[in-house]
């Protein structure tokens, strides 16, 4: 089961890809799939996230929530250097309220769900990253409304709802995080015939991982390709904002995490941290907005499609961005 789990993780960002092409042909060819895979995304992202904190063993997240400097640093990034970052790129859109609207509910809600899998496939330490998650999920229902009012007024942040942020933290974070932490307990404190095949189910969910992934991006893009693609014109001008999004991101995170002398797996979960979005969890906000704001769920749907594919590139580009030290080998 090892072997066959190395071969898809050596693999995984050509299957990844091959995924994200595979909903997107889905999507497109069979439009009635999409209410299916879009009933489809929370299941399996709640699958996948359990796959992942298989891995994070309770005793390394207390160890997290310890680690100040990180979490003061990913705060810094995502509430401090990220809100000037959108303000600026979304002058490019400024003149199109409902994009606008749409551009600064994605963007300035920094992602607590599938980052965690992404900074594990790209070595980054999602343990602390995971530590951070309530703090990220609270800084940005404070944030949100206060740049929306200064933005765009009183009436836009009337319209937005917080509580798919709670229903999703619980959903998402908090049930898969309890299953996985029994599951653990069951493995490591159980009745011996229960610990064995507990054990050999854990190694099956973690083999799964990358299966798991790729469902996940298949049902997404699945959903909600065809959406996009009928309005595809009015949509050109958020892909550049969201591309230049990432792009400047990154090298900001990595600085960040060098300016608060992060080691080499903090400082790549920063990074990912401060291009990673909450898309689905905004998208409910966004559908809850009025009549004239009507672009802005496609704007929030484009931004995950743009951001999977980045996310796909990164999960290779930053362990080379941020490379472990080179070792220093004795005298020969």
């Not at 099956?204 to 959406?227: D, H, K, N, R």
């Amino acid at each position: 089961m090892r072997d066959i789990a190395g071969r898809l993780e050596r693999h995984q960002v050509l299957l990844c890809l091959a995924a994200l092409a595979a909903g997107g042909v889905l999507g497109l060819l069979v439009p009635s799939v999409a209410g299916y895979a879009e009933a489809a995304i929370t299941p399996v992202l709640a699958l996948l996230l359990y796959a992942t904190f298989l891995g994070v063993p309770v005793r390394a997240l207390t160890a997290a929530l310890r680690d100040r400097r990180f979490l003061v640093t990913v705060l810094v990034v995502n509430v401090v250097v990220v809100p000037p970052v959108v303000l600026a790129l979304t002058r490019i859109i400024a003149h199109d309220e409902a994009l606008l609207v749409g551009v600064l509910l994605v963007l300035l809600t920094p992602c607590v769900d599938y980052v965690l899998v992404f900074t594990g496939l790209a070595g980054g330490a999602r343990e602390r990253l995971l530590a951070a998650t309530p703090l990220l999920m609270l800084a940005q229902m404070v944030l949100l409304p206060v740049v929306l009012r200064v933005v765009l007024g009183p009436e836009v942040v009337a319209a937005v709802d917080l509580e798919p942020f709670v229903r999703a933290f619980l959903v998402l974070i908090v049930l898969p995080l309890a299953a996985a932490w029994l599951t653990q307990v069951l493995a490591a404190r159980g009745p011996a015939g229960w610990s064995r095949a507990v054990r050999t189910w854990t190694a099956g969910v973690e083999a799964a991982m990358v299966p798991l992934m790729m469902a996940t991006l298949l049902v997404v893009v699945a959903s909600q390709i065809a959406g996009v693609g009928a309005r595809f014109g009015s949509l050109l001008l958020v892909i550049p904002v969201f591309v230049l999004f990432a792009a400047v991101m990154v090298p900001l995170g990595i600085l960040a995490g060098r300016i608060a002398r992060l080691d080499v797996a903090g400082t790549r979960a920063v990074a990912l941290s401060g291009v990673t979005r909450n898309s689905l969890v905004v998208l409910p906000l966004a559908l809850a907005l009025p009549a004239r704001f009507d672009l802005a769920p496609l704007v929030v749907v484009t931004q995950t499609l743009v951001e999977l594919l980045v996310l796909v590139v990164l999960v290779r580009l930053v362990p080379r961005f941020v490379p472990h030290p080179a070792r220093v080998r004795g005298p020969a």
